[in-house]
């Protein structure tokens, strides 16, 4: 099956940094999700992107499918920018693979 | 509130003892989705929902657990003689069917977090 990594595990940020995850994949995916998860354990819809650029404010996501890995960057952090953030990926199934998530904090 | 709902949203049950969690999707999506999500991990894929039929389940899914979506609008879960080991997040999505070849995105509830003592 598609195994999903994601980079940094962990991330430690001051307020107003900006950061980039990355999510590699290892087989081709039509389905490509970005979450967060917040405190309370709600996963977020941050974007659906199985390939090109997107962006909602501060948050933009990339996904290069034929190279297999999608970035998701965030501008001016915030201290609410806190949580894990998953990728998950899918392939002509219904299901998804997730990553294992990374953390991030965000200091005032 | 229109999303995908959840209940309860915290159980906490005697080892032994049978739970039975339920979704509620949101009302257009004929898809229905069931996940779990242990302590440090991502969500791990158990079973999903076409309308009332039942088209995929993971290996995770022991002969304990059974899932059934009776008249393809909410979906119940349920775990027999429940095991510490059964301690998770269990997560709810729902989506519309895709065209042929193509995918949607999934849409999260807000969880049941079961406790096993």
């Known amino acids: 099956g598609i195994q999903v990594e994601q980079s940094p595990p962990d991330l430690i940020l001051q307020e107003g940094a900006n950061s980039t995850l990355r999510c590699n994949f290892s087989?081709?995916?039509?389905?490509l999700q970005w979450f967060h998860q917040n405190p309370w354990g709600q996963l977020i819809n941050l974007f659906y992107?199985?390939?090109g650029t997107k962006q909602n404010g501060r948050l933009s996501a990339t996904t290069v499918a034929t190279e297999r890995y999608s970035l998701l960057y965030i501008s001016s952090s915030q201290t609410t920018d806190s949580g894990v953030y998953f990728c998950a990926v899918g392939y002509n199934t219904d299901k998804l693979i997730f990553g294992t998530g990374t953390r991030l904090q965000v200091f005032p | 509130d229109t999303g995908v709902s959840q209940d309860p949203r915290h159980k906490i049950t005697k080892r032994g003892q049978n739970v039975t969690f339920r979704c509620d999707p949101i009302?257009?999506?004929?898809?229905l989705y069931w996940y779990r999500q242990t302590l440090g991990q991502g969500p791990e894929f158990l079973t999903y929902f076409q309308n009332e039929a039942q088209l995929e389940k993971s290996r995770l899914l022991s002969d304990r657990f059974s899932a059934e979506r009776p008249k393809g609008s909410f979906s119940t879960l349920e775990i027999q003689r429940t095991e510490q080991g059964d301690s998770a997040m269990y997560l709810c999505?729902?989506?519309?069917?895709?065209?042929?070849?193509?995918?949607?995105?999934?849409?999260f509830g807000p969880g049941t977090r079961l406790t096993v003592t």
């Open positions: 999505a729902s989506s519309p069917e895709p065209r042929r070849g193509g995918t949607y995105e999934q849409y």
């Open positions: 992107i199985p390939s």
């Open positions: 087989d081709s995916v039509n389905n």
């Open positions: 009302s257009e999506h004929n898809r």
